[in-house]
């Protein structure tokens, strides 16, 4: 009985000591953002859209997917609405929603992608 208690604590012990590391990933391709959406599909990321800069706005709505298995981002097409800052987002199915958020010409979008 002690020996089994042993290696069932030298198992958890081993096994936790492991899983709580950092592994550093490709860097992300477009600039840093603020008030931006994440949201995935499919096993992979994404990101859009944001400002790059504060407290003079550069509003983006540029996009960029993230694939774990190759580690690598790819630029997207861009959102087609107006850029923005802090839009609400969500992914259902296949596919990722993109909407509301402003910008320093518009206090409140009222469109969805």
């Not at 990933?25 to 504060?54: H, L, M, V």
Request: glycine share 10%.
């Amino acid at each position: 009985m002690k020996k089994t208690l042993c290696f069932i604590l030298a198992f958890y012990s081993l096994h936790f000591s492991y899983s709580n590391q950092w592994i550093q990933k490709a860097n992300f391709s477009g600039t840093p953002r603020n008030g931006s959406c994440i949201f995935s599909i499919g096993g992979k990321g994404y990101i859009g859209i944001g400002t790059d800069s504060y407290p003079v706005y550069n509003f983006k709505n540029d996009f960029w997917e993230y694939d774990p298995s190759a580690d690598s981002w790819t630029q997207k097409a861009s959102c087609p609405g107006t850029a923005r800052y802090t839009p609400r987002y969500f992914s259902l199915g296949s596919k990722g929603y993109v909407g509301t958020g402003w910008n320093q010409v518009n206090p409140l979008f009222n469109d969805m992608w």
